[in-house]
């Protein structure tokens, strides 16, 4: 969970947005259920410190245009305003 969830939350949350735009509809909520999640023994250390910090406030997506299609979006059609992060954490990836 530590290393690929907040990811792939991120990924689902920008394809929301996308097909929102592309059908011409409000975002809603993202809602995410997990099975068989598991935090690594190898993490625990920089989970605490994750969890010890201070959340701030959610940066903003500003899609730039509406392009014909979903597979029609490019990287420079994305904008992030308001992006203030923590200093990356860094974890060994477990297998």
């Not at 949350?13 to 190898?42: E, I, K, R």
């Not at 625990?44 to 509406?66: D, F, G, N, Y």
Request: negative net charge; charged residues 20%; proline residues 7%.
């Amino acid at each position: 969970m530590f290393l690929g969830l907040p990811f792939n939350i991120a990924s689902y949350a920008l394809l929301v947005h996308m097909m929102a735009q592309q059908c011409d509809l409000d975002v809603g909520d993202f809602v995410w259920t997990g099975g068989d999640t598991h935090l690594y023994s190898n993490h625990m250390e920089q989970t605490h410190l994750q969890l010890s910090r201070e959340p701030r406030a959610l940066p903003k997506l500003v899609i730039k245009r509406k392009p014909d299609s979903l597979f029609d979006y490019r990287f420079d059609d994305f904008e992030i305003e308001g992006y203030d992060p923590h200093p990356g954490i860094k974890a060994p990836v477990a297998i």
